[in-house]
């Protein structure tokens, strides 16, 4: 019956740190993979799922502000989608342990990354 108060408080922690800006979906990650025992493949699908309310509620918000360029948007979307398709299929078909290490790897450097200040004027 209780089972479900840990998920639960996770999912709800991750939303407040994506809230602010911290990547809350990342931690969501690592907190079912790492401690919950869910499957790579499964947490990665939880995680997206999870950030596409973020990505709507961005999207609408930077269109009312006027922020998004058409043009590039148009450019820009039919590639994506066909990486993101290509990068599904392949991660589908590959055993999770082979994607764990550069998982982690990249986690890692991103985290690394955030202990270096930017140099001015590099956005």
Do not use: E
């Amino acid at each position: 019956m209780t089972a479900w108060i840990v998920p639960f408080l996770c999912g709800l922690g991750a939303s407040i740190l994506s809230a602010w800006g911290v990547g809350g979906g990342t931690l969501l990650l690592l907190v079912m993979t790492l401690f919950l025992d869910v499957d790579q493949r499964a947490a990665q699908g939880i995680n997206l799922l999870f950030f596409l309310p973020a990505a709507a509620s961005a999207l609408v918000c930077h269109a009312r502000s006027g922020c998004l360029d058409a043009p590039t948007l148009r450019r820009a979307i039919p590639p994506a989608a066909a990486c993101a398709l290509a990068g599904a299929w392949i991660a589908a078909s590959l055993d999770v342990s082979l994607l764990r290490r550069p998982f982690g790897v990249y986690l890692l450097l991103s985290g690394v990354s955030l202990l270096w200040p930017k140099k001015k004027g590099v956005t």
